[in-house]
């Protein structure tokens, strides 16, 4: 077991032949490891910086979504009482008509000429004052309906102004913060500029190709649990973390992130 920590200058590499090889560690900060790890820990809270900013807008447009549904409900809502309401107000056209002719009616028969005309008469008031009692039932029931669906209306309207109330707080929120957001994200990547930078050339051709294919975050892997890419979990051959720490860039060979040590790894054959 060798530990590469930063105060140790040296460690050694068990070859498969059970040789030791010294390999040469620098301990100044730029070491390729230090800058590997920076670029990785800037690259994560960029990730993080633009999630944000990318999530503010997509939370605004699902609550805007909530709000028009939550609308259209309560528009549909009162377009239905208007329905309803006119209906009523149908019947009690109908019944106040009803009521005209039956009026009508009772003075005709009391100016009747003749038997035959008076016998008429009755039997059509009989059937317009049964007529007019079914117009009773039927305004009763319609008048009870608006009423009763008119109470389903509040609550619509209560949820209606919370979405809407969400949503503001929402958007001022984020409003607020995306200044402060967007300028982190112009300092990190200043960082990240500096760190690149000092990538030796060989290792800029994979990490550059790394970044433009998967966009940053995901081209850097510290090794995990001494033998584990921290990327995909992927167990790393011994081969390959002997090449990392003689300061080759090694890819893994599952997620092809780009993979570096931590500062406490123990390189152990075993
Ligand atoms: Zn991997």
Request: charged share 30%.
């Amino acid at each position: 077991m060798y530990n590469a920590g930063l105060g140790i200058k040296r460690f050694q590499i068990i070859q498969q032949d059970g040789t030791a090889a010294a390999v040469n560690t620098m301990a100044n900060s730029d070491d390729i490891r230090n800058v590997l790890e920076r670029i990785n820990s800037i690259q994560k809270t960029l990730e993080e910086l633009t999630g944000r900013l990318r999530r503010g807008p997509i939370l605004l447009k699902i609550q805007e979504n909530n709000i028009c549904k939550q609308q259209d409900k309560l528009d549909k809502a009162n377009e239905e009482l208007q329905r309803l309401k006119s209906a009523a107000k149908q019947k009690e056209l109908e019944a106040a008509a009803s009521d005209q002719a039956l009026a009508k009616r009772k003075q005709q028969l009391l100016e009747s000429k003749s038997n035959k005309e008076y016998s008429a008469l009755q039997m059509q008031i009989k059937a317009d004052e049964q007529a007019r009692s079914v117009l009773d039932d039927e305004a009763f029931e319609v008048i009870e309906k608006a009423e009763k669906f008119a109470e389903t209306l509040p609550p619509l309207e209560t949820e209606l102004k919370k979405l809407q109330d969400v949503f503001n707080a929402t958007k001022e929120k984020f409003l607020k913060e995306k200044p402060g957001i967007e300028g982190q994200i112009a300092e990190y990547a200043a960082d990240l500029h500096q760190e690149e930078v000092k990538l030796p050339r060989e290792f800029h051709e994979v990490y550059d190709r790394l970044v433009r294919s998967t966009g940053g975050a995901e081209s850097l892997a510290v090794v995990a649990g001494q033998k584990f890419c921290g990327g995909c979990n992927q167990q790393v051959p011994i081969n390959s973390l002997a090449q990392i720490m003689a300061k080759k860039p090694v890819q893994c060979s599952s997620c092809a992130r780009l993979l570096y040590l931590p500062p406490d790894f123990e390189f152990d054959k075993g």
